[in-house]
């Protein structure tokens, strides 16, 4: 705050001297912030992160105006504790995005289970809300199905998508999962918003798309600044694409889908070009976790990494991301710098000059600095697997303490996450513990994790006890939330959300019977 007042009087000096007319549209206006959220993309399913269909021109474009990042992660595999993260700001260990119910599984935001974000942490959307922003989502939230978890209590002013996933529900037993308009439902999955699973055909990012557009034309005219949260979901099995790009791309549906959301991208460029937001507008795009490998076909691409969603290798972590910023941020531009999408959070308030609220521990630092001025900063990763740490990076090395490949349970039923790639002691059929002496790794010399260092080399003793120091520094000061997502109870799901009865959609609950929930995956 201090600094901002000391800013305005900076400004009130200057401008009681010359120009300040000219200077006054510029310098006091906030940035406008547009989060451009994948589901499921992998870091080598565009164009300018070398994928060989070349089928994202406008990203690709995106990418040339901006800055791309290629050690950027993901705080989670999987998509619930990814989102939350991204919004807070913190790992899903301190936002309670996870499950104690059994060691080291990944948990989410099923319909059936109970919780979803607390209103004790403080998202992005909140502080933005506060500061004059108009925020929007369009598409998924997946931070809690029940009322109040849903976006317009956490600092969104609208809404267009839905809580969960669009899995395929038989509407009796399990409900198919509604899309609301702001506080209202206006539909279900299926019954009113088709997906065609025979064709793979949907229209839902075109409307995604038109929602976008419609804000921006909005929010120009009535000159407030805004955040728009873009998180379409169309490359999350069951995957799906409009008439218009079925069928068009070289890598089948899914590369449909990719083709149809870079589609969406060229719209929201060449939209904030034609109202002249560009220069103001800061806007970033990366996925929530890794491709999903388990998808076989149907899944997108991690590139050179092992494995892929579910798992702590860098197949699950490591995400495509670029910022684009015309005017601030130089185009052209590649960063080794280790980020996050935790990171965002306090990258937008530097940006937008908002400080930082109090009392909240954030495991994202500012990337401004880096953005602006190609600054590098030496950072952990942290690399959870639900309550479990299982492995960490600094520098280009990584120490493996756990390592799983995909559990039995998910073997059996045809579920395997490293399909295609073996690696001895590492894609392990079970979880195993090297606690005692982890696996080391160098991600320069051997971004795949597939050759470890030996422990008795010098750089081992060296490197080791460094990387155990960041854990240990880690670990002191961790107090881990209560854990989100250890109760279910099939009475909690979307039976009758709000705005149901006007549209002919309620459906009546079962008896209440709550359980612990099991996270077999
Ligand atoms: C300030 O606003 C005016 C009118 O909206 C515009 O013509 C001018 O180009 C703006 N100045 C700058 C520096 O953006
Ligand atoms: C998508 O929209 C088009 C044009 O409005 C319509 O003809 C088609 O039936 C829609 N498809 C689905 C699956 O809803
Ligand atoms: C970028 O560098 C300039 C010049 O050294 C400095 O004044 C500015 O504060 C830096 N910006 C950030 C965000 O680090
Ligand atoms: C891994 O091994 C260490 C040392 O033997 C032990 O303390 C720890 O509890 C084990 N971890 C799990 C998840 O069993
Ligand atoms: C969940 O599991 C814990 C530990 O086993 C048990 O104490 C508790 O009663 C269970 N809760 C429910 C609702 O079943
Ligand atoms: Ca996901």
Redesign the pocket.
Known sequence: MSSQISLYIVWFVLCVHSRCSVQSNDSNKKPNFIILFMDDMGWGDLGCYGHPARETPNLDKMASQGLLFTDFYTASAICSPSRASLLTGRLPIRNGFYSTNQ??RNSYAPQEVLGGIAASEVLISEVLQKAGYRNKIVGKWHLGHQAEYLPLRHGFHEWFGAPNCHYKYDGKIIPNIPVYKDHLMTGRYYDDYKIDHETGVANLTQMYIEEALVFLDRQAKAKQPFFLYWAPDATHTPLYASEKFRGHSSRGLYGDAVMEIDYGVGKILDKLKQLHLDDNTFMFFSSDNGAATYAFTEGGSNGPFLCGKQTTFEGGFRQPAIARWPGMIKGGQVSHQVGNLMDLYLTMLDMASLSRPKGVVFDGISLLPTMLNGTKKDRPVFYYRGD?LFKVRLGQYKAH??TWNTPREAQDIGYHYCPGQRIDKVTTDQ?A????APLLFHLGRDPGEKFIIPSHTAEYQTVMPRLLKTVHEHRRDLRPAKPQFNLCDLAVQNWAPAGCEKINRCQMAPMSYLYNCTWPY
Request: hydrophobic letters at 40%; proline letters at 0%; glycine letters at 0%.
């Open positions: 060691v080291a479990t303490f756990y979880m513990n090297y606690t005692q």
